[in-house]
């Protein structure tokens, strides 16, 4: 079954899966949902866009993308309204994101009809996947890789795009603790901090480690530089309350635009709460927690929305923050966030997309 351009096949699956799984209690990213949708690159331009059965894909060793790392992904979430229709949460942003991550590694662009239509016809058709309890969602995981068969660096001529769906429970049980490093860094000026490309994840994952090790659960990311502003938390974006003021570090080019980060800084403004995207060493923090004004930290991301900061360990003593029953501000937006993308509010932004 072949469709040219952005025309979608679909081959439905003759054995759904969803009866075997308990959609609402499953660990996150271990269990996929019945269909994929596969769009394939090659001959400068965009030739097949299909959903088919979830499985397996063929590849070859020589897989450009295994070897020089051309691939990029996503991350966004669906939802059930209290009507039951399936719902995304600014799936625009994300394709937008794609495209900037693919640009910084030389990929072609993903039309907008083969991102866009392509996630709605595949959350359509696995709809019933979408857990309906709270705190579980379908997660939706689009990947972008280079499949050239060739060894030798340069910009692949043969992609690959996939959208693969889980359903998830919450991603964080717990507040997070996290550990400041100087000893790696993420990212630096000129790199690809800002994309979301898959070699970011892989250079931290011995921070990571070591972080785990030491009994905390994510890193807090320092400049490349001078290691001394604040960039990310593991893979969050993150933000301090000090005096009552929201601080979130400015987007330089080495950090992730996260769609998060972006939806909780309009919700703080339009709540009259004072926000400010500059840059925040450090030190500044230690200052704040010593005399008493650092009142909240969270990080935000798609997979946690917000997860709130329990302690920072920097230069080995750990900042140790107050309970999250008295924290206004993360709390406060987290619901805000939560009702509209589940549809329990209406929102004024256009972030709500209905299937
Ligand atoms: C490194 C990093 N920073 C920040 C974020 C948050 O981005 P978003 O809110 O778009 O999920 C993510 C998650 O995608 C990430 O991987």
């Known amino acids: 079954m072949q469709i040219v ?127 309906t309890q709270s705190d579980s969602v379908l997660y939706i995981r689009p990947i972008y890789f280079a499949t050239d068969e060739s060894v030798g660096l340069k910009p692949a001529k043969s992609y690959k795009f996939i959208i693969i769906t889980c359903p998830v429970g919450a991603y964080y049980s717990e507040p997070v603790k996290l550990i400041v490093t100087d000893k790696y860094v993420r990212a630096c000026e000129g790199g690809t901090g800002a994309a979301k490309c898959a070699g970011n994840y892989a250079g931290s994952l011995l921070a990571d480690k070591e972080a785990k090790q030491q009994g905390y659960d994510n890193v807090l990311w320092l400049d490349g530089k001078e290691k001394k502003y604040i960039e990310e938390c593991g893979t969050m974006n993150v933000a301090f ?67 709130h900061i329990s302690t920072i360990n920097y230069q080995g003593e750990d900042m140790i923050l107050p309970p999250v029953n008295e924290r206004k501000y993360a709390s406060q937006v987290l619901q805000k966030l939560e009702d509209i993308k589940t549809g329990k509010v209406t929102e004024p932004y256009g972030w709500v997309c209905q299937l």
Request: charged share 20%.
């Open 5 to 131: 351009n952005s025309e979608i096949s679909i081959q439905k699956t003759s054995s759904s899966r969803l009866k075997q799984q308990d959609i609402n209690n499953i660990p996150f990213g271990k269990v996929f949902s019945d269909h994929m949708l596969v769009a394939t690159y090659a001959d400068d331009s965009w030739q097949e866009v299909k959903i088919v059965p979830y499985g397996n894909i063929v590849m070859s060793p020589s897989m450009s993308a295994l070897h020089y790392g051309q691939a990029v992904f996503e991350g966004l979430k669906a939802y059930i309204n209290p009507e039951g229709k399936p719902l995304l949460f600014r799936p625009q942003a994300n394709y937008k994101r794609i495209n900037e991550s693919a640009f910084r590694l030389c990929m072609p662009s993903i039309p907008e009809e083969i991102f866009m239509d392509g996630l709605k016809e595949l959350i359509r058709l696995d709809a019933d996947w979408i857990p």
């Open 241 to 307: 309350v000090i005096n009552d003021v929201v601080i979130t570090p400015k987007l330089t080019g080495t950090i992730l635009p996260g769609i998060t980060r972006d939806s909780v800084l309009t919700l703080f403004r339009d709540m009259g709460v004072k926000v400010e995207e500059r840059l925040i060493s450090i030190d500044e923090v230690a200052k704040a927690y010593k005399v008493g004004n650092l009142s909240e930290a969270f990080g935000m991301g798609t997979a946690a929305t917000i997860a």
